[in-house]
């Protein structure tokens, strides 16, 4: 067999650290959640097992594990609880045991997951489970990533904005609905307020449910323009959040749609950020995306706000 040497730079090493390292961190939080599943857990608890900031832990385990740090403990709770009814313990034992505040909502919770109901598992042994998570490191063909840092003015994000269910999988009908009730005179006056780049309709999320017990997690998506106006000059009507004076890494991507999009948000928590001096701001981050004319793929860019460390 040939022998080859694999000459590893500085660079590679040090970003090689860095995301072990994140992982690391990642690994403990898993841990004492497994530690706590019966426990009141708090986003500050687990932000100060991962020596992150609470922002950047929901948003660095959504895009590693697939799913949001609310929906994991839920999952594993009610993993263990299924093993729990399997070993002959009672529904209502069961569910105070796992942190639910009564049986309904306990039985609720448990068939939206796994399809059937708490006496089911005990009349026919149905089983469903959720494995602990274990983030590793995949080393595979290198991908360029390009990004810019920016700095923007205190601005105001303005448009239509609506709650929506927390939804990783599929279309989310409520954002289709929401982009279906602006009017011809609310896209006029959108269009009358940007003046700050990205001069794009963008879409921008925020202030998701944290809480771990809330059967159906929910989050503020508004459709909008970047606008240095004053809130006083916006038109009744639209939806005003104000942001204030930050710095953006700025990550363009270029090719097949949705997948080069997706590809990118993957690319900048599994890699981008276990490797620069940037956290995640607390501040909600947008994107936009314009179509080529094939229908098939798109320019895309995605907005952070970041903080030096």
Avoid: C
Avoid at 267 to 293: C, R
């Amino acid at each position: 067999m040939k022998n080859v040497e694999l000459r590893i730079s500085a660079l590679a090493i040090l970003i090689f650290e860095r995301s072990e390292t994140m992982l690391k961190e990642l690994n403990t939080v898993v841990n004492y959640i497994e530690s706590h599943l019966g426990d009141t857990l708090t986003v500050k608890q687990l932000a100060a097992e991962a020596n992150m900031s609470e922002f950047q832990l929901h948003q660095v385990f959504y895009y590693l594990a697939g799913m949001t740090l609310t929906e994991y403990i839920k999952r594993r709770r009610l993993s263990e609880a299924n093993l729990a009814l399997l070993a002959g313990q009672k529904v209502t034992d069961v569910a105070y045991d796992f942190g639910y505040d009564s049986v309904d909502g306990f039985s609720r919770a448990f068939k939206r997951w796994t399809g059937f109901l708490p006496s089911d598992v005990t009349k026919s042994g149905l089983t469903k489970v959720l494995p602990v998570l274990n983030f590793s490191i995949q080393v595979n063909g290198g991908q360029p990533m390009t990004y810019q840092i920016k700095e923007l003015p205190a601005f105001n994000l303005v448009g239509a904005a609506k709650s929506v269910p927390m939804q990783f999988e599929g279309v989310n009908e409520e954002i289709v609905k929401l982009a279906q009730s602006i009017t011809p005179e609310q896209r006029d006056q959108m269009h009358e307020l940007q003046n700050l780049d990205p001069k794009e309709v963008v879409n921008a999320s925020y202030n998701a449910d944290a809480n771990f017990m809330k059967e159906e997690g929910m989050l503020i998506h508004m459709i909008g323009v970047l606008t240095t106006n004053a809130v006083s000059d916006i038109p009744a009507g639209l939806e005003v959040l104000e942001v204030p004076a930050s710095t953006w890494a700025v990550f363009p991507s270029d090719g097949p749609f949705p997948e080069t999009l997706q590809q990118t948000y993957a690319q900048i928590y599994a890699q981008w950020l276990g490797s620069v001096d940037y956290e995640l701001a607390p501040l909600p981050n947008f994107s936009f995306t314009k179509m080529h004319e094939d229908g098939k793929s798109a320019y895309s860019e995605v907005w952070m706000a970041v903080n030096k460390k």
